[in-house]
């Protein structure tokens, strides 16, 4: 496409001049300047030029073995863009997940991994594309002491892909993610509580601690959230719930240390480790046996 001629553009505005206000001179001279200098500029030939599509994703893939990820993410997006939901469209959306993972733009991986999620649930690469945005979330979990919003979307991201792929390739390493985000998760519940219960709230404790029971069970923070309930019910005068923590403590963790510390602040005030089969924890607890 060629541009028009200086004289042409001054043709028109002259023609247009007629039918309006007259520009200033200034003005007038730097539009026909900016104008003039349009016509002469070469024209950028991609922006008209359709790259076959094959091409470009072997380009990509070029551009992935020589090491340079951001030039083969730029080759792929070329591809999804001038040449929408083809086939090579849809490799060219689940490459450009994993070389924005790769060179660690989570969030922009997830973008990619979700438009080919939404775009081709029942595809075979799906699975793969779930996993990248539990990944991209899973990458960016923060330490325990931080906002754990980032370990909520991973696990939810996990848990999906699970639930829609279960015999993917994928859902076993997905299963160990969502295994480690749980496991965060109950951490962040124990470090609240232990806030708590230092500073003499142990009603504000117990909830926290009863999070990681009935919660997060299976993680290796269910012994001291036993032993802290032991602590924190003893202090409020349920002695009930306390024999209760510690009889469950004492039943499934009988070798561990927290058990001791708990049979030994019962002792205290003369008292046995008992279970209260009424109780909260005991129903959680033969709930979670079947």
């Given at each position: ?5 200086s004289r042409a553009v001054r043709s028109n505005l002259v023609s247009a001049a007629s039918g309006r206000r007259v520009l200033s001179g200034a003005l007038a001279g730097s539009l026909l300047a900016l104008l ?200 409020l005068g349920i002695v009930n719930e306390a024999q209760t923590a510690a009889a469950i403590l004492g039943h499934n963790y009988p070798e561990s240390q927290w058990y001791k510390d708990a049979y030994s602040l ?25």
């Open positions: 496409m060629r541009m028009a001629s003039t200098a349009c016509s002469s500029d070469p024209v950028d030939d991609l922006a008209f030029k359709d790259i076959p599509a094959e091409k470009s994703y072997n380009e990509g893939l070029a551009y992935i073995k020589a090491g340079d990820l951001r030039e083969a993410t730029k080759k792929f997006e070329e591809v999804d863009q001038q040449h929408p939901y083809s086939e090579w469209a849809r490799k060219s959306m689940i490459m450009t997940a994993y070389t924005n993972f790769t060179r660690g733009r989570y969030d922009d991986a997830i973008i990619s991994a979700r438009r080919y999620v939404t775009l081709y649930p029942g595809s075979e690469d799906a699975a793969y594309a779930q996993y990248m945005i539990g990944q991209s979330y899973f990458q960016q979990i923060p330490d325990v002491d931080r906002d754990q919003d980032m370990t909520r979307k991973a696990l939810q991201a996990m848990t999906e892909l699970v639930q829609r792929y279960p015999d993917s390739s994928y859902a076993l390493e997905a299963q160990r993610v969502i295994d480690v985000c749980r496991d965060q998760l109950a951490g962040k519940e124990m470090e609240i509580g232990r806030y708590y219960l230092a500073r003499y709230n142990y009603i504000a404790a117990v909830n926290r601690f009863r999070n990681v029971v009935t919660e997060y069970q299976t993680t290796r923070h269910t012994e001291e959230a036993l032993e802290r309930l032991t602590e924190a019910y003893f202090a019962l002792q205290t005030k003369g008292l046995e480790p008992r279970e209260d089969t009424g109780s909260w924890i005991s129903r959680t607890f033969k709930a979670a046996l079947g």
